[in-house]
């Protein structure tokens, strides 16, 4: 069996605080005088960015806000310079991949990643495969937990790494159960990458006819459409009251792995995992994800 190494990071944040120019008495974040106003703002905005809104204008930021135009500009602009923010062809911004790295660190400690490991790391064991574990954030998949198979070559990807959410088998699986608002939302066509597989889809169009037959069947398949050599495939894992809530996939060698094979051996393997994790998440604090 491939000798298997597990992938992890943590994102720190740096925390700063102003004094006043003479006080002997100990800082304390909860007083009016560490408040940075600037950073105040900045954050209120970005808490602005959730699952239904995952765009936005920076005149619809001020409106919702409540703040003044040019204040909102600067903040959006230093934002954006900084990583924090993706601006997209259509105008929207959106959370980029500095912000999505913030929260990994609390992801990787959550109830829901501490049940869900056991069984993935079963899971491996078991096959010898790489093993992943994501969620949807925007139009991008984010990893929380990554059991790789020294074996497999990919690209560098850790948990707090983001992908296309279209070209990969958790992607396609969580947009599938996404209502059609909320995925024409999410997708353009700067979700598709140029750096993609060769048999990698190219518009929304193209992809809503898969994505409604994944929903039906309960998984999903990526054949080369990530990186040329790579398949996958991918089940969800539910809450108790029914909402999907992640994927788990697969990852193997094209060169090993028929599409067929991985059909027959790898998927009931990958729903019988899934379906183990949601039957473990009856605490409702587990599956707020």
């Not at 069996?1 to 597990?6: H, I």
């Not at 600037?38 to 602005?48: D, N, P, V, Y």
């Not at 929207?92 to 993935?120: E, M, W």
């Amino acid at each position: 069996m491939p000798r298997r190494t597990a992938s992890s990071s943590s994102a720190a944040l740096r925390s700063a605080a102003a004094g006043s120019e003479s006080s002997d008495r100990p800082e304390s974040s909860d007083r009016p005088e560490y408040r940075v106003e600037a950073l105040a703002k900045g954050l209120r905005i970005l808490s602005l960015f959730n699952e239904q809104r995952p765009s936005w204008r920076v005149s619809d930021l001020a409106t919702a806000a409540g703040l003044p135009m040019p204040t909102v500009y600067r903040v959006v602009m230093t934002l954006a310079s900084e990583g924090y923010l993706d601006h997209l062809p259509n105008g929207d911004y959106r959370p980029g991949a500095r912000t999505l790295t913030l929260g990994t660190a609390a992801l990787r400690s959550l109830d829901f990643v501490a049940i869900a490991t056991p069984k993935l790391q079963e899971l491996g064991e078991r096959t010898g495969e790489t093993v992943n574990l994501a969620v949807l954030t925007g139009d991008r998949v984010l990893y929380l937990v990554r059991l790789r198979n020294a074996d497999l070559v990919t690209a560098n990807i850790q948990v707090g790494s983001t992908l296309p959410a279209v070209h990969t088998s958790i992607g396609k699986l969580l947009l599938a159960y996404l209502g059609d608002a909320d995925l024409a939302a999410r997708i353009t066509d700067a979700s598709f990458s140029a750096n993609s597989g060769p048999n990698a889809k190219v518009s929304l169009a193209e992809l809503r006819e898969e994505l409604r037959t994944i929903r039906e069947q309960g998984w999903s398949m990526q054949d080369e459409e990530l990186a040329y050599g790579l398949r996958s495939v991918a089940a969800p894992i539910t809450a108790p009251d029914g909402r999907v809530l992640a994927g788990v996939n697969l990852a193997v060698q094209a060169q090993d792995w028929s599409t067929q094979r991985i059909i027959r051996e790898l998927r009931p393997a990958v729903l019988k995992t899934c379906a183990e994790i949601s039957a473990l998440l009856s605490d409702t604090s587990a599956a707020s994800l």
